[in-house]
Protein backbone atom coordinates (compact mmCIF):
# COMPACT_ATOMS: atom_id res chain seq x y z
CA UNK A 1 0.00 0.00 0.00
CA UNK A 2 1.50 3.00 -1.31
CA UNK A 3 -0.83 5.97 -0.52
CA UNK A 4 -3.99 6.01 2.10
CA UNK A 5 -5.70 9.11 2.43
CA UNK A 6 -8.67 9.32 5.66
CA UNK A 7 -11.68 11.26 6.15
CA UNK A 8 -12.75 11.75 9.56
CA UNK A 9 -15.77 13.53 10.94
CA UNK A 10 -15.33 15.45 6.99
CA UNK A 11 -18.59 13.95 5.57
CA UNK A 12 -22.42 14.40 6.17
CA UNK A 13 -23.14 10.33 6.65
CA UNK A 14 -19.86 8.73 6.52
CA UNK A 15 -17.72 9.45 9.82
CA UNK A 16 -15.16 7.09 8.32
CA UNK A 17 -13.89 6.72 4.53
CA UNK A 18 -10.46 5.46 3.43
CA UNK A 19 -8.96 5.38 0.23
CA UNK A 20 -6.14 3.74 -0.81
CA UNK A 21 -3.55 2.19 -3.06
CA UNK A 22 -1.61 -0.79 -2.84
CA UNK A 23 1.69 -0.67 -4.98
CA UNK A 24 3.13 -4.33 -5.36
CA UNK A 25 5.62 -6.10 -7.83
CA UNK A 26 3.84 -8.02 -10.06
CA UNK A 27 4.95 -11.19 -9.71
CA UNK A 28 3.98 -11.54 -5.91
CA UNK A 29 1.63 -13.72 -5.32
CA UNK A 30 -1.85 -12.04 -3.69
CA UNK A 31 -5.13 -13.26 -2.89
CA UNK A 32 -8.18 -10.77 -3.57
CA UNK A 33 -10.46 -9.09 -1.30
CA UNK A 34 -12.69 -11.61 0.69
CA UNK A 35 -13.76 -13.11 3.93
CA UNK A 36 -10.79 -15.20 5.90
CA UNK A 37 -11.12 -18.23 5.87
CA UNK A 38 -9.41 -19.10 9.09
CA UNK A 39 -10.93 -15.41 10.34
CA UNK A 40 -14.06 -15.42 8.95
CA UNK A 41 -14.67 -11.99 10.68
CA UNK A 42 -12.25 -10.50 8.17
CA UNK A 43 -12.51 -9.23 5.08
CA UNK A 44 -9.55 -8.08 2.98
CA UNK A 45 -7.21 -9.13 0.37
CA UNK A 46 -3.92 -11.73 1.51
CA UNK A 47 -0.64 -11.57 0.41
CA UNK A 48 0.14 -15.00 -0.77
CA UNK A 49 4.40 -14.59 -0.03
CA UNK A 50 4.25 -14.29 3.56
CA UNK A 51 0.74 -14.15 4.92
CA UNK A 52 -0.19 -10.86 5.97
CA UNK A 53 -2.11 -8.25 4.63
CA UNK A 54 -1.83 -4.58 3.07
CA UNK A 55 -5.82 -3.71 4.42
CA UNK A 56 -8.29 -5.27 5.76
CA UNK A 57 -11.50 -4.78 8.32
CA UNK A 58 -12.80 -6.95 11.01
CA UNK A 59 -16.89 -7.36 12.21
CA UNK A 60 -15.65 -6.13 15.71
CA UNK A 61 -14.70 -2.75 14.15
CA UNK A 62 -11.07 -3.14 13.63
CA UNK A 63 -9.25 -1.88 10.93
CA UNK A 64 -5.71 -1.74 9.45
CA UNK A 65 -3.52 -0.67 6.69
CA UNK A 66 0.54 -0.68 6.16
CA UNK A 67 2.37 1.21 3.68
CA UNK A 68 6.27 0.67 3.84
CA UNK A 69 8.66 3.67 4.03
CA UNK A 70 10.84 4.46 1.26
CA UNK A 71 14.68 4.56 2.55
CA UNK A 72 16.81 1.84 0.54
CA UNK A 73 20.07 2.76 3.03
CA UNK A 74 18.17 1.42 6.02
CA UNK A 75 17.27 -1.77 5.56
CA UNK A 76 17.49 -4.77 7.74
CA UNK A 77 18.34 -8.58 7.76
CA UNK A 78 15.70 -10.96 7.67
CA UNK A 79 12.51 -8.63 8.83
CA UNK A 80 9.60 -9.61 10.35
CA UNK A 81 6.78 -8.93 7.54
CA UNK A 82 5.56 -5.75 7.88
CA UNK A 83 1.46 -6.94 6.66
CA UNK A 84 1.59 -9.29 9.56
CA UNK A 85 1.00 -6.17 11.08
CA UNK A 86 -2.35 -5.86 9.80
CA UNK A 87 -3.59 -9.19 9.56
CA UNK A 88 -2.60 -9.82 13.59
CA UNK A 89 -4.56 -6.52 14.78
CA UNK A 90 -7.69 -7.57 12.56
CA UNK A 91 -7.44 -10.54 14.50
CA UNK A 92 -6.35 -10.03 18.05
CA UNK A 93 -8.48 -8.13 20.89
CA UNK A 94 -5.48 -5.48 21.22
CA UNK A 95 -6.83 -1.85 21.10
CA UNK A 96 -5.68 0.45 18.51
CA UNK A 97 -3.94 2.42 20.09
CA UNK A 98 -2.32 -0.54 22.30
CA UNK A 99 -1.51 -2.45 19.09
CA UNK A 100 0.34 1.02 17.63
CA UNK A 101 2.39 1.03 20.76
CA UNK A 102 3.35 -2.70 20.66
CA UNK A 103 4.08 -2.30 16.92
CA UNK A 104 6.47 0.55 17.39
CA UNK A 105 8.44 -0.95 20.75
CA UNK A 106 9.06 -4.01 18.15
CA UNK A 107 10.32 -1.38 15.35
CA UNK A 108 13.58 -3.05 14.82
CA UNK A 109 12.41 -6.17 13.59
CA UNK A 110 10.59 -4.52 10.62
CA UNK A 111 12.16 -2.35 7.78
CA UNK A 112 10.67 0.90 7.55
CA UNK A 113 6.54 0.78 8.28
CA UNK A 114 3.33 3.64 8.95
CA UNK A 115 1.02 1.56 10.45
CA UNK A 116 -2.60 2.91 10.69
CA UNK A 117 -5.21 0.82 12.94
CA UNK A 118 -8.47 2.37 13.69
CA UNK A 119 -10.95 0.74 16.21
CA UNK A 120 -13.29 1.42 19.55
CA UNK A 121 -10.24 3.11 21.01
CA UNK A 122 -9.82 5.77 18.04
CA UNK A 123 -7.64 5.97 15.18
CA UNK A 124 -3.86 5.43 15.57
CA UNK A 125 -0.80 6.00 13.41
CA UNK A 126 2.99 5.14 14.02
CA UNK A 127 5.90 4.51 11.79
CA UNK A 128 9.03 3.02 13.04
CA UNK A 129 10.98 5.68 11.06
CA UNK A 130 10.01 8.55 13.68
CA UNK A 131 8.17 9.65 16.76
CA UNK A 132 5.39 8.03 19.10
CA UNK A 133 2.08 6.78 18.36
CA UNK A 134 -0.71 9.54 17.98
CA UNK A 135 -4.30 9.49 17.30
CA UNK A 136 -5.38 11.26 14.15
CA UNK A 137 -8.35 13.97 14.81
CA UNK A 138 -11.20 15.17 12.63
CA UNK A 139 -9.90 16.03 9.16
CA UNK A 140 -8.25 14.94 5.77
CA UNK A 141 -5.04 12.78 6.08
CA UNK A 142 -2.64 11.44 3.63
CA UNK A 143 0.01 9.19 3.44
CA UNK A 144 2.55 7.44 1.42
CA UNK A 145 6.21 5.90 2.02
CA UNK A 146 7.24 8.56 4.44
CA UNK A 147 5.67 9.71 7.50
CA UNK A 148 1.95 10.83 7.92
CA UNK A 149 1.19 13.67 6.08
CA UNK A 150 4.33 14.37 4.40
CA UNK A 151 3.40 16.85 1.30
CA UNK A 152 4.70 14.58 -1.36
CA UNK A 153 3.58 15.45 -4.89
CA UNK A 154 1.02 12.35 -4.47
CA UNK A 155 -0.23 12.96 -1.11
CA UNK A 156 -0.32 16.80 -2.04
CA UNK A 157 -2.48 15.92 -5.35
CA UNK A 158 -5.16 13.28 -3.91
CA UNK A 159 -5.85 15.54 -0.74
CA UNK A 160 -6.85 17.99 -2.83
CA UNK A 161 -9.14 16.21 -5.17
CA UNK A 162 -10.58 14.39 -2.01
CA UNK A 163 -12.05 17.56 -0.77
CA UNK A 164 -14.61 18.60 -3.80
CA UNK A 165 -15.08 14.33 -3.58
CA UNK A 166 -16.62 14.47 -0.12
CA UNK A 167 -20.00 16.45 -1.15
CA UNK A 168 -21.08 13.20 -3.16
CA UNK A 169 -23.11 10.58 -1.70
CA UNK A 170 -23.25 6.69 -2.01
CA UNK A 171 -22.16 5.22 -5.23
CA UNK A 172 -21.17 8.49 -6.64
CA UNK A 173 -18.86 8.73 -3.77
CA UNK A 174 -17.64 5.79 -4.44
CA UNK A 175 -17.23 6.10 -7.70
CA UNK A 176 -15.55 9.30 -7.77
CA UNK A 177 -13.14 8.06 -4.84
CA UNK A 178 -11.84 5.18 -7.35
CA UNK A 179 -11.67 7.55 -9.61
CA UNK A 180 -9.71 9.82 -7.46
CA UNK A 181 -7.61 6.79 -7.07
CA UNK A 182 -6.65 6.26 -10.27
CA UNK A 183 -5.20 9.38 -11.41
CA UNK A 184 -1.80 8.64 -13.05
CA UNK A 185 -0.36 11.93 -13.67
CA UNK A 186 3.57 12.42 -12.96
CA UNK A 187 4.46 15.22 -10.61
CA UNK A 188 7.30 17.85 -12.23
CA UNK A 189 10.76 16.94 -11.02
CA UNK A 190 10.62 19.98 -9.13
CA UNK A 191 8.87 18.49 -6.61
CA UNK A 192 10.11 15.18 -6.32
CA UNK A 193 11.12 13.58 -3.01
CA UNK A 194 15.01 12.50 -2.45
CA UNK A 195 14.59 8.58 -1.15
CA UNK A 196 17.85 7.39 -2.33
CA UNK A 197 16.13 5.93 -5.56
CA UNK A 198 16.88 6.82 -9.02
CA UNK A 199 15.58 9.72 -10.45
CA UNK A 200 14.03 8.18 -13.12
CA UNK A 201 12.20 5.83 -9.99
CA UNK A 202 11.35 9.06 -8.41
CA UNK A 203 9.06 10.00 -11.69
CA UNK A 204 7.43 6.71 -11.99
CA UNK A 205 6.49 6.54 -8.68
CA UNK A 206 5.41 10.19 -8.15
CA UNK A 207 1.42 9.44 -9.31
CA UNK A 208 -1.20 8.07 -7.41
CA UNK A 209 -1.66 5.48 -9.44
CA UNK A 210 1.67 3.93 -10.57
CA UNK A 211 2.31 2.21 -13.98
CA UNK A 212 5.65 0.46 -14.43
CA UNK A 213 6.73 -3.05 -15.79
CA UNK A 214 6.61 -5.34 -13.29
CA UNK A 215 5.67 -2.37 -10.51
CA UNK A 216 2.58 -0.95 -10.19
CA UNK A 217 -1.04 -0.28 -8.28
CA UNK A 218 -2.66 -3.77 -7.79
CA UNK A 219 -5.49 -2.80 -6.01
CA UNK A 220 -7.63 0.42 -5.12
CA UNK A 221 -9.62 0.14 -2.20
CA UNK A 222 -12.55 2.17 -0.26
CA UNK A 223 -13.81 1.87 2.69
CA UNK A 224 -17.16 4.23 3.99
CA UNK A 225 -18.50 3.64 7.53
CA UNK A 226 -21.53 5.53 8.38
CA UNK A 227 -22.55 6.98 11.60
CA UNK A 228 -24.86 3.75 12.94
CA UNK A 229 -21.72 1.21 12.00
CA UNK A 230 -22.63 -0.29 9.17
CA UNK A 231 -19.09 -0.42 6.72
CA UNK A 232 -19.24 -0.76 2.72
CA UNK A 233 -15.48 -2.25 1.86
CA UNK A 234 -14.56 -2.25 -2.22
CA UNK A 235 -11.48 -3.53 -3.67
CA UNK A 236 -10.82 -2.62 -7.75
CA UNK A 237 -7.75 -5.09 -8.65
CA UNK A 238 -5.76 -4.17 -11.74
CA UNK A 239 -4.62 -7.23 -14.51
CA UNK A 240 -0.93 -6.18 -14.77
CA UNK A 241 -1.43 -7.75 -18.59
CA UNK A 242 -3.65 -5.16 -19.16
CA UNK A 243 -7.35 -6.94 -18.57
CA UNK A 244 -10.46 -5.26 -17.30
CA UNK A 245 -10.36 -4.65 -13.35
CA UNK A 246 -11.85 -6.88 -11.12
CA UNK A 247 -13.91 -5.48 -8.27
CA UNK A 248 -15.29 -6.98 -5.17
CA UNK A 249 -17.11 -5.69 -2.26
CA UNK A 250 -18.21 -6.58 0.86
CA UNK A 251 -20.96 -4.51 4.04
CA UNK A 252 -20.06 -5.54 7.32
CA UNK A 253 -22.10 -4.10 10.49
CA UNK A 254 -19.73 -4.00 13.37
CA UNK A 255 -19.81 -4.70 16.43
CA UNK A 256 -18.46 -1.55 17.65
CA UNK A 257 -18.15 1.59 15.51
CA UNK A 258 -14.50 3.45 15.18
CA UNK A 259 -14.36 6.23 17.84
CA UNK A 260 -13.59 9.36 15.87
CA UNK A 261 -14.08 11.70 19.82
CA UNK A 262 -11.38 13.24 21.38
Not at 50 to 70: D, I, P
Not at 141 to 148: F, Y
Amino acid sequence: MCLILVALDAHERYPFILAANRDEFHHRPTAPADRWNDAPDVFGGRDLEKGGTWLALSQRGALAAVTNYRDPSRKIEAPESRGLLVSNFVREADSARAFVAAALARGNDYDGFNLLAADASGVWYGSNRGGAAQRLGPGLHGLSNHLLDTPWPKVRRAKAALGPVLQLDGAALETALLALLADDARAPDAELPATGVSLDWERQLSPVFIRMDGYGTRASTVVLIDDRGEARFVERSFDPAGGPPTDRSASLNLEAPINLGA
